[in-house]
């Protein structure tokens, strides 16, 4: 329709290791269901060397990318496709540098908790990084072997 804005529309969000390891799971999935995303999709995973490079493929000439591959690698990460109307910027609202989700568990400017995609390319490209078919509305949780 030409209605674009009240499309639903998908955010790729990663609860990264810091998050994970301070438990901040259930709060974070919480602060998600309140602003009216449907979690569609949902997987725990371990990043490795070559698989976090590539997600962070933009900033591999930035001086602070061999410490955001440490620690991106430094644990497992759970990555979740999120679904509601401009879920892309609502999703970065949330958890950006005022708001609920980064100021309740981001330690610092790299161990900040979250990863939201920034843009529709990126949530089309972060999807499918970890995604195959989300045509599905049906929630599939799976779990890597770790
Ligand atoms: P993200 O991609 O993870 O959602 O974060 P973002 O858009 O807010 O930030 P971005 O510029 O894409 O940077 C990616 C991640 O790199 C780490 N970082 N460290 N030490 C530093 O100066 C620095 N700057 C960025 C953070 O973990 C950031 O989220
Ligand atoms: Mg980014």
């Not at 998908?10 to 990264?16: D, E, G, P, S, Y």
């Amino acid at each position: 329709s030409s209605s674009g804005s009240k499309e639903k529309e998908k955010t790729l969000a990663m609860i990264k290791p810091d998050g994970l390891l301070g438990n901040y799971t259930e709060r974070i999935k919480d602060v998600i269901v309140d602003y009216g995303f449907s979690i569609l999709r949902e997987i725990t995973t371990q990043l490795d060397q070559d698989s976090a490079s590539r997600f962070y493929a933009e900033h591999s000439s930035k001086r602070f990318f061999p410490s955001l591959i440490k620690y991106m690698t430094s644990g497992p990460v759970l990555v979740m496709v999120l679904e509601k109307e401009n879920a892309i910027a609502d999703w970065r609202t949330l958890i950006g540098p005022t708001d609920a989700i980064r100021a309740m568990c981001g330690q610092d400017l790299e161990k900040n908790c979250v990863h939201g995609s920034d843009s529709r390319l990126s949530a089309q490209r972060e999807i499918s990084f970890f995604f195959e078919d989300v045509s599905s509305g049906e929630r599939i949780t799976t779990h890597d072997e770790l």
